[in-house]
């Protein structure tokens, strides 16, 4: 999942992208209101994480822009203010959920899985489909309540494609979603996480829960069991 | 436009009375010439009645004039009194020794009986008023000739006396307009003493070397100045809130600050340790800083703030942090509840308290708000939020209400939004219950006194 991180703090916008990266998220990082804009229009974002403080133009402004100019991904707002005001000014500027600072990273992390899983319209925090369960909000998967092991990418690629099981997505896609502006792409790294991802989730080979489907990309061929909103 | 007001006065006074007296200055004039030229005409009058006393018939029935004339000014040449006699055909039978040759009147004779005045000929170059009277004269031997007399004076004097009263109009109404506005102007300067008082006590407030402004007053300021005292007592009670916020905050944070830099020095930092601290020095900056700003308790008035649209700004908020749970929101509002303060205290107020319910219920939630009646002169307001949730726990629950609570020291759970609830009801004079709701969870009722 690509996310868009907008604060003007360079420390804190440091500390973040790490900690995001760590988390298996591909992060593209402006340090202020018009190269966020422009991140945020040119750029396959899944999630934008805006300051309200920034330096050239107010955080609500930006996400009204946005707004306009047609992005529908959802928007996580950091705030050092913690009046009600303000929180409800954001959210009706088109934020979805807000982060008082000072915070701790899991908080983030917390707010930015249930909005990913959100918009791609799943109501509840575990997305399960047959005996695959992933919790966004544990981070967590379990093949038939047993926990399997993922490195933070693995986990990034299972959680795209299951967060749209059943569609297709083409490895362009899985590319632009996984990694940043500043990574050499190479297809091949999808295929290596792919077969990795086989491997750990279905080591007999009964599920076959990824689906190849040449020249076109993967699919997660297994049904949904939790509802759908 | 002048930006004194006296000065404004002064000139729009001047206006007023040179327009006044000019307008009066031209009626007493007209009235003067009126009543100089009816006493002329009588004197022509009686000047003419003398002439037909002193005229005499002679026997080839013509009119002869004694050389003595009563009148000696008709025997001067120059004295400005003319007087002549014509027979029917218009000949001259007799001109005053006065009019020196000149003709006093010409053209047809009048007929007896009618009378001529004119106001203004010119005898000689000479402005004069002209009475003609035509007679018809019986001789002794009864025969009847008819002949007209005229008598003539020079205006000159009239002028004068016309111009000499001009004048001394003019000079009794400069005088008494410059006596006018110069009592105008000290009295101006007494009627608006006060206000400079006002304004050299606003400089001594300014300067310091006053408390406030003095009493004594005229009634129209005496409500300026007692809000202008009432603004003054506001700002330094604010400045003094400030000041002793900013005294709590440094001194409440350097003892998490000592905790942390003393874990350093040990050599072994406990980074949840670190984080603790944090989190109470987060919670102290905010505890701190909304007593700063919350305007409850100011003297300055607020515009109503209606409930209800709050709420629904909130509800909008919370059901998009809360759309996986989406618990319902019945809300219940009375269309006069009001809120006579900051809009922001109210949204933190309800804000928070929303929050918790949405947090802790199970799949609904209920926000009741009405407009109460205290026996004052405005209404109050209550609220009431309630949830199907767990509840708030009993140890919490003293926590929030003990007295002197504050918010650093609060737990989680219900515990530290209710105790920022806690904080700005006190402040604004009002009083929270805790209690169980019908719907099975927590029931949070505030009552907050209007100011």
């Known amino acids: ?229 | 436009m002048p930006s004194s007001l006296s000065a404004r006065l002064l000139l729009s006074v001047s206006l007023v009375l040179a327009l006044f007296f000019g307008l009066t200055v031209v009626a007493l004039d007209r009235l003067f010439r009126e009543a100089g030229e009816r006493a002329m005409q009588s004197v022509l009058e009686v000047h003419l009645i003398a002439l037909l006393a002193a005229a005499e018939g002679d026997g080839s029935r013509g009119l002869r004039m004694p050389a003595q004339l009563p009148e000696e000014r008709f025997s001067q040449p120059g004295s400005g009194l003319y007087g002549q006699i014509r027979d029917a055909s218009g000949e001259i039978v007799w001109r005053s020794a006065s009019s020196a040759g000149a003709q006093l009147a010409e053209g047809p004779v009048l007929a007896p009986g009618d009378r001529e005045v004119v106001r203004l000929a010119m005898l000689d170059d000479i402005p004069v008023m002209a009475l003609a009277l035509g007679i018809e004269w019986e001789f002794a031997d009864g025969s009847m000739r008819r002949f007209e007399f005229d008598v003539a004076q020079s205006l000159d004097l009239y002028h004068a006396q016309v111009e000499r009263f001009r004048r001394q109009l003019f000079i009794w109404f400069l005088g008494l307009m410059l006596l006018l506005l110069t009592s105008l102007a000290l009295l101006l300067r007494w009627i608006l003493r006060p206000l400079r008082r006002i304004e050299t006590e606003i400089a001594a407030v300014e300067a310091g070397s006053r408390a406030e402004l003095g009493g004594g007053y005229p009634s129209e300021l005496t409500g300026v100045t007692e809000n202008m005292n009432a603004l003054i007592r506001d700002e330094r009670a604010r400045l003094l809130r400030y000041r002793n916020t900013l005294g709590n905050l440094a001194h409440s944070l350097k003892t998490p600050l000592a905790v942390m830099r003393s874990a350093l020095q040990a050599g072994q930092p406990d980074l949840a340790a670190f984080d603790t601290q944090i989190a109470r020095m987060d919670a102290i900056v905010g505890s701190q800083l909304r007593r700063a700003a919350t305007s409850a308790g100011t003297t300055l008035g607020h515009a109503p703030v209606a409930v209800a649209a709050v709420i629904e700004e909130l509800r909008g908020a919370l059901d998009k942090v809360y759309a996986d749970k989406q618990p319902r929101c019945l809300t219940e509002t009375d269309g006069n509840a009001v809120y006579y303060g900051d809009r922001e205290d109210l949204t933190d107020l309800i804000g928070n308290l929303l929050d918790n319910a949405y947090k802790w219920s199970r799949s609904t939630v209920r926000i009741t708000a009405q407009a109460e009646e205290m026996g004052r002169r405005r209404r109050g307001l209550r609220l009431a939020v309630e949830d199907d949730g767990p509840g708030i726990r009993p140890a919490d629950a003293q926590r929030v209400l003990a007295r002197g609570a504050r918010v650093d020291e609060q737990a989680e759970g219900h515990g530290i939004g209710l105790a920022v609830v806690k904080e700005i009801v006190e402040l604004a004079g009002g009083s929270l219950t805790l209690g169980v709701s019908p719907l099975g969870g927590a029931r949070i009722e505030l009552s907050i006194p209007p100011r």
């Open chain 1, 1 to 229: 999942m690509r996310l868009l991180l907008v604060e003007d703090e360079t420390l804190l916008r440091e500390s973040l992208t790490a900690q995001l990266k760590k988390a298996g998220f591909a992060v593209d990082a402006a340090g202020n209101g018009s190269e966020g804009f422009y991140f945020g229009t040119e750029y396959p974002v899944d999630l934008a994480i805006v300051d309200l403080g920034l330096p050239d133009m107010p955080g609500i402004t930006l996400i009204s822009r946005l707004r306009d100019a047609g992005r529908e991904f959802p928007v996580l707002v950091l705030t050092a203010r913690d009046r009600w005001q303000d929180k409800v000014a954001a959210l009706q500027a088109g934020a979805d959920d807000y982060v008082v600072k000072p915070f701790h990273i899991e908080e983030v992390l917390a707010r930015v899985n249930a909005l990913l899983r959100r918009a791609a319209g799943w109501a509840q925090a575990v997305l399960r489909c047959g005996p695959i369960e992933l919790d966004t909000s544990r981070q967590a998967v379990e093949v038939a309540g047993v926990e399997v092991e993922l490195t933070g990418f693995e986990y990034r690629v299972l959680e795209c494609l299951m967060l749209r099981a059943g569609e297709v997505v083409s490895k362009a896609e899985l590319t632009d979603r996984l990694y940043d502006q500043d990574f050499e792409r190479d297809s091949n790294v999808i295929e290596v996480f792919i077969g990795r991802l086989r491997r750990k989730l279905d080591p007999h080979d009964e599920l076959q829960p990824i689906e190849t489907l040449r020249g076109r990309g993967y699919r997660f061929a297994l049904d949904r069991t939790a509802d759908r909103t």
